[in-house]
């Protein structure tokens, strides 16, 4: 019988591309997904290559050149109300802002994922009390609840970005609970718990990486969102300390000048919104190829 | 392919009163980023008025692409229809206009799919939606339209219509859909086409067996032609006339249902009867006599006989062109190198037990 | 004749979520206290239309479902009784292949690893023994062992099918499971794969149950066959027997259902079996079948037929007999 069977091999014909190399062609038709892409790298290097980009120092004063106007001097997009180095603020700034973004965002992911999936996975009792408690997270407003727990913990930088973190962790859970009620309903679970797989390997091994591609848009969106909600506390002063050269609280601290130097609280506020934009764009994009309900 | 030139103008010439819709050379490509895929090649298929066509073919052979060239479902881009003419009642459906396609389909040309809940609409209620065809078309009042919706539901079948066209589809089992599906496909003035996709697919076997009895019927009651797709040998021998046998975006064989039971001349169409397990010759054999190999890719296909790699008698010409017709018959034609090499009779040798079933 | 696995009086009901507050949910009965058993070596088909409960039952022998009531003996033991140790032990002598060739393997998984999955779970031999073993395996199954760092995406669904079935074989079972195994695949693929099936029950002496809705599959390939109806059995025989002399009502007009692979003779049929499958929530008073049933009579409406041996291995539950 067996000779018969080896008869029967099979030969496969093509090579067919990965899922990956196939998202990675799409998003490549994908025009605002690419500008989103351009803008996250250039943010990205900016803040790695920050000490190499400006001759200046971010936190040098000279009162001799405040307020210079962008554009007319060595000083590109002019100094601010002590006489710092606009551009040189708005690179480092980033390095902040980057920090925020995944320390923040890797908060509510680690936490999030936990709690979607152990609610997902178990269902039943655990599954109502979680997605309760999380329902009630959603219903208060997102800034007041960081507000809230920047007030118990005290204003500074890291509170902000834990502040930012814990309040996200409600949209990481919920992202993460769907999909794996989507996954979990497949055959190759039951096939593997047939097998004998435990809980755990089902849990982390099996149905997480199958839910990667909506939890990689989420987080995407999210460190927009983080770097806009920092930018918010710092503005409040809940967030970053001065002198740091956060890019909210170089809007907060400028705003007086409104009037009379627009390019202090214009230069720092354009940063954010191209950053922001940026990691919004390259979210919707994924979502267009990662999301198997956008394909044919 | 001079035959088959030769066939379409004597058939223009003297039969053309009969045929209702006829496709001439009709080839449709899907352009994806791997490559292109040639779903449907050199394609010549008739349908008469008042018969049941069949085309019979497992996945990826062509023969839901083929439906939906019909009535112009393709999604284009990827998909192009490369060549061909596709005539419905002397015009060419491939020439008309979004405006005019949209006015036949529905209309003269009707389709019913696999998974009726799909294409009812979920918020209207059954009557209404069969109604609204009736209206669509005829200058009749709402009653009136109603009244003729209750006469359809009746002749599908439907059991106590006039409470069943108050419900709403999910309300309904899924052979009922099917059957409210059918009768908005009667719904229109003259019904001309029925495409039947995969009609009994989705369902269970003796609500399947419902389905095909009624087509059946249907097409005995009314002169309606129907274009059934499946995959299923069991569903051509209950309700078609005449069957073409797809593979990998050709045609291979094609004859009268009973002439292609009796005496299945394609090495695929034999292999497909005899992968069959009803197939009466099981009785108490073994193993099943299963076609090796699996559908060559149509990425890479080129114009060798796509069966080649699988075929028992495959020969090095199979390698290097499709065949030409073969006519076994004067309604049964097949497409295969080795048929055509054969002497005299091909058939008789070939079916083997086949005939006496 | 040894007996593998005894199933007595199974019950596995589900309970529905109800719409509307303060409602008694509403319980499917979808395996409704089923008996029967298998012997070592044999393959019982189990058919059925959708909503008979014939895949939950499979599922349930596997205590992949909870069960309501009854027991579920394999070897004498007590499945739903084993511990955690025994039910592991349980796992590798029970094995299932799946309906559905694309949901039945992880996506992310290359074929090697979903291959070594179980023996890495179960612990059992070297990294060298496994790649051997896998090796065997895939060529068994008729899969070129070069393509193990393929994933699944990129074999046909007959191919995949042949992985899971490896899959199931890494662990040398001694009893599987195929549930729909080859509902989804093309009629040639098919016959490829029940002759797979096939080889493998010569070669391995297996003991098979194979559920399917497919009649004739069903009757092709088992020695022994149950039909079921809306959780319950309605008739058991030899298949021989059962082809050639059913006696339920029900199981004739699934005979007659299947469409012919013949179109002589069609226009002058038996009369289809007409109406829908009734609802599991709520099954028809008395014999369930007596809605459709062309010989209903006034006592079926009433009373629930039991199981009776009529000859010797050929049960039927039908006031007829």
Not at chain 1, 133 to 155: E, K, N, R, S, W
Not at chain 3, 295 to 305: G, I, N, S
Request: charged fraction near 25%; proline fraction near 5%; aromatic fraction near 8%.
């Amino acid at each position: 019988m067996s000779t018969e069977i080896k008869e029967n091999i099979i030969e496969i014909s093509s090579e067919k591309n990965s899922l990956f190399r196939e998202a990675l062609f799409q998003l490549k038709g994908n025009k605002s997904a690419i500008i989103g892409f351009i803008i996250i790298v250039g943010f990205i290097l900016m803040a790695f290559l920050a000490p190499w980009l400006t001759p200046f120092e971010p936190n040098a004063q000279d009162i001799s050149i405040r307020k210079t106007a962008p554009f007319v001097s060595s000083h590109i997009l002019g100094t601010d109300d002590l006489g710092r180095d606009l551009l040189t603020r708005i690179i480092y700034g980033s390095r902040i802002s980057l920090i925020i973004g995944t320390i923040s965002v890797g908060i509510s992911l680690t936490f999030g994922i936990l709690i979607g999936l152990i609610s997902g996975y178990y269902g039943g009792w655990v599954d109502r009390i979680v997605m309760r408690f999380i329902d009630i997270m959603l219903a208060i407003p997102y800034v007041l609840l960081t507000i809230v727990i920047v007030a118990l913990l005290g204003p500074s930088l890291i509170n902000a970005m834990i502040a930012i973190g814990v309040s996200q962790i409600p949209q990481y859970a919920r992202v993460v609970r769907a999909s794996v009620l989507a996954e979990k309903e497949n055959d190759y679970i039951t096939a593997e718990r047939s097998l004998g797989a435990s809980d755990s390997e089902l849990m982390f091994k099996s149905i997480l990486p199958n839910c990667i591609a909506p939890i990689f848009v989420q987080a995407t969106l999210g460190i927009g969102d983080a770097i806009l909600s920092s930018a918010a506390l710092s503005f409040l002063g809940l967030g970053a300390q001065p002198p740091t050269s956060e890019w909210g609280l170089m809007i907060a601290s400028s705003r007086e000048f409104v009037t009379s130097a627009w390019w202090i609280v214009t230069f720092p506020g354009v940063a954010v919104l191209l950053t922001v934009l940026g990691f919004n764009l390259l979210a919707d994009g994924l979502r267009d190829v990662l999301d198997p309900r956008m394909k044919d | 392919m001079d035959k088959d030139a030769y066939t379409s103008r004597k058939l223009a010439s003297d039969q053309d009163k009969d045929i209702l819709l006829s496709m001439e050379d009709v080839s449709v490509s899907f352009y994806t980023h791997r490559g292109i895929v040639k779903a449907v090649r050199n394609l010549n298929l008739k349908i008469n008025k008042g018969e049941t066509l069949a085309l019979v073919g497992e996945s990826g052979c062509g023969k839901s692409v083929t439906a939906h060239t019909i009535n112009q479902l393709i999604p284009m881009p990827p998909g192009k229809i490369e060549n061909g003419k596709v005539v419905f009642e002397g015009r060419d459906l491939l020439k008309l206009d979004e405006k005019e396609i949209a006015s036949l389909r529905g209309d003269r040309i009707s389709m019913i799919f696999q998974e009726p809940m799909t294409s009812l609409n979920p918020v209207f209620k059954i009557g209404d939606q069969i109604a609204d065809v009736f209206l669509a078309h005829h200058n009749i009042k709402k009653e009136e339209a109603m009244e003729k919706t209750i006469n359809l539901l009746k002749l599908v079948k439907i059991p106590a219509p006039e409470r069943r066209i108050k419900d709403y589809p999910h309300q309904l089992s899924g052979g009922m859909r099917q059957r409210a599906m059918i009768a908005m496909a009667l719904a229109s003035p003259e019904p001309g086409l029925l495409i039947a996709d995969e009609p009994t697919t989705a369902l269970d076997v003796t609500i399947q067996a419902q389905i095909l009895r009624l087509i059946y019927d249907l097409k005995q009651d009314i002169k309606m032609s129907v274009l059934l797709i499946t995959h299923d040998m069991g569903v051509v021998a209950e309700t078609a006339d005449r069957v073409i046998v797809m593979y990998a975006g050709r045609k291979m064989e094609e004859a009268d249902v009973y002439s292609l039971f009796e005496k299945p001349s394609h090495p695929y169409t034999q292999g497909l009867l005899n992968s069959l397990p009803s197939n009466k010759k099981y009785e108490d054999a073994a193993r099943l006599e299963a076609i090796k190999g699996t559908i060559p890719d149509l990425l890479t296909i080129g114009s060798e006989c796509p069966f080649e790699n699988r075929c028992p008698h495959a020969m090095p010409v199979c390698r290097e062109s499709f065949p030409d017709e073969t006519k076994i018959d004067d309604d049964h034609s097949v497409w295969c190198h080795y048929v055509e090499g054969e002497d005299a009779s091909p058939s008789s040798q070939l079916v083997g037990d086949q005939g006496e079933k | 004749m040894e007996k593998i696995l005894e199933v007595k009086n199974l019950k596995t009901y589900f309970t529905l979520k109800s719409e509307k507050f303060g409602a008694k949910p509403e319980v499917v009965k979808a395996v409704n206290d089923l008996s029967f058993e298998v012997n070592k070596g044999e393959i019982l088909g189990i058919v059925g239309e959708s909503g008979c409960g014939k895949s939950t039952l499979g599922k349930t022998i596997l205590k992949l479902n909870h069960k309501t009531g009854g027991e579920i003996l394999y070897k004498g033991n007590e499945i739903f009784d084993l511990d955690a140790e025994d039910l592991k032990d349980m796992r590798r002598k029970m094995q299932m292949v799946f309906q559905d060739p694309f949901s039945s393997l992880n996506p992310r998984k290359k074929v090697g690893t979903l291959l070594a999955q179980p023996l890495l779970i179960h612990k059992l031999g070297s990294k060298e023994e496994i790649d051997v073993k896998i090796d065997k395996v895939m060529k068994e199954v008729g899969i070129n062992p070069v393509y193990k760092g393929r994933f699944p995406h990129q074999f046909s669904g007959g191919q995949r099918q042949r992985i899971g079935i490896a899959r199931a074989l890494m662990l040398d079972p001694e009893f599987i499971i195929c549930d729909e195994a080859v509902s989804a695949l093309d009629v040639s693929i098919q016959a490829q794969v029940l002759n797979l099936l096939l080889d493998l029950h010569d070669k391995y002496k297996f003991t098979y149950i194979f559920i399917a809705h497919d009649l004739a599959v069903v009757e092709f390939i088992s020695t022994r066959i149950i039909v079921m109806y809306l959780g319950k059995i309605v008739e058991t025989a030899d298949k021989k027997e059962l082809v050639n002399s059913h006696l339920h009502p029900y199981t004739k007009a699934l005979f007659d259902a299947f469409p012919a692979t013949d179109p002589k003779g069609r226009e002058n049929r038996d009369p289809v079996l007409m109406g829908d499958v009734p609802s599991p929530i709520n099954p028809p008073s008395g014999c369930y079948f007596h809605p459709r049933c062309p010989r209903v009579m006034d006592k079926c409406k009433l009373e629930y037929p039991e199981l009776k041996e009529v000859s010797s291995g050929h049960k039927a539950a039908c006031w007829l007999y």
